[in-house]
T-cell receptor
Framework: SQKIEQNSEALNIQEGKTATLTCNYT??????LQWYRQDPGRGPVFLLL?????KEKRKERLKVTFDTTLKQSLFHITASQPADSATYLC??????????FGTGTRLKVLA | NAGVTQTPKFRVLKTGQSMTLLCAQD?????MYWYRQDPGMGLRLIHY???????AKGEVPDGYNVSRLKKQNFLLGLESAAPSQTSVYFC????????????FGPGTRLTVT
C-alpha cells in the first residue's frame, strides 16, 4: 500500500539555523507533492507544491526538493524563526484527486 | 471571503447517537474532502467529492456517509457513533481545475463516550 514517512520525532533547532525536514514515500510515484503547515488546534495551511519534473522549488525562506529516484522530498526553512514552530505535513498526490498525508514533523525553533 | 467553515466546532456524543457535520466553502471550488486526524496517524481521507451530486470513498469510509447536494456544502454523517470515531475532523476544498492546493477548515473536535 502507499505509504508516507516523516520523522515523527520533534526537531529542535536554534533560531537563525536551517531546518531540514524529510518525507519519504513508497509504493507509488506521485506527480505532485505538497507541503503544509499546521499549528495546534488549526487546520493545515498550504505552503508549497512541487511537480515531479521539478528538482527544486523556492518561496521566500522555504525550499523544497523532490527526488523521484530516492522517492524523497526535503523541506528546508532557512534563517528559521520561533514563529516557524509548527508541524509540517508532506502530502504527495495520489492519482488525480486524492492526497496521502504523512503524520507530520513537529518543528520547534528555539530563541 | 470566509473560506472553509465547519459546524460545529466541538461535539460530545454518546455511543449510538447520530450527527451531521457541515462543511461550507465560498470559493466556488469543485472538489471537497473530509479527513479525520488522530494522534500518530496523520490525516486520513474519509470521503471526497469532485462535484455537486458526486461522492467517493476515501481511505477510511466505514461508519460515515456524505452528501453534496449543493456545490458549496459537503455534509459528513455518523449514523451510529462509536468511540473509535472520536477524532478531529477536517474539511478541505480545492479548485480542481488548475491548482492542487487544498484549503482546510478549522476542524471539528468530536468525542464519542
Amino acid at each position: 500500500s502507499q505509504k508516507i514517512e516523516q520523522n515523527s520525532e520533534a526537531l529542535n533547532i536554534q533560531e537563525g539555523k536551517t531546518a531540514t525536514l524529510t518525507c519519504n514515500y513508497t509504493n507509488y510515484s506521485p506527480a505532485y507533492l505538497q507541503w503544509y503547515r499546521q499549528d495546534p488546534g488549526r487546520g493545515p495551511v498550504f505552503l508549497l507544491l512541487i511537480r515531479e519534473n521539478e528538482k527544486e522549488k523556492r518561496k521566500e525562506r522555504l525550499k523544497v526538493t523532490f527526488d523521484t529516484t530516492l522517492k524523497q522530498s526535503l523541506f528546508h526553512i532557512t534563517a528559521s524563526q520561533p514563529a516557524d514552530s509548527a508541524t509540517y505535513l508532506c502530502a504527495p498526490l495520489s492519482g488525480t484527486y486524492k492526497y496521502i498525508f504523512g503524520t507530520g514533523t513537529r518543528l520547534k525553533v528555539l530563541a | 471571503n470566509a473560506g472553509v467553515t465547519q459546524t460545529p466546532k466541538f461535539r460530545v456524543l454518546k455511543t449510538g447517537q447520530s450527527m451531521t457535520l457541515l462543511c461550507a466553502q465560498d470559493m466556488n471550488h469543485e472538489y471537497m474532502y473530509w479527513y479525520r486526524q488522530d494522534p500518530g496517524m496523520g490525516l486520513r481521507l474519509i470521503h471526497y467529492s469532485v462535484g455537486e451530486g458526486t461522492t467517493a470513498k476515501g481511505e477510511v469510509p466505514d461508519g460515515y456517509n456524505v452528501s453534496r447536494l449543493k456545490k458549496q456544502n459537503f455534509l459528513l454523517g455518523l449514523e451510529s457513533a462509536a468511540p473509535s470515531q472520536t477524532s478531529v475532523y477536517f474539511c478541505a476544498s480545492r479548485d480542481g481545475r488548475l491548482t492542487y492546493e487544498q484549503y482546510f477548515g478549522p476542524g471539528t473536535r468530536l468525542t464519542v463516550t
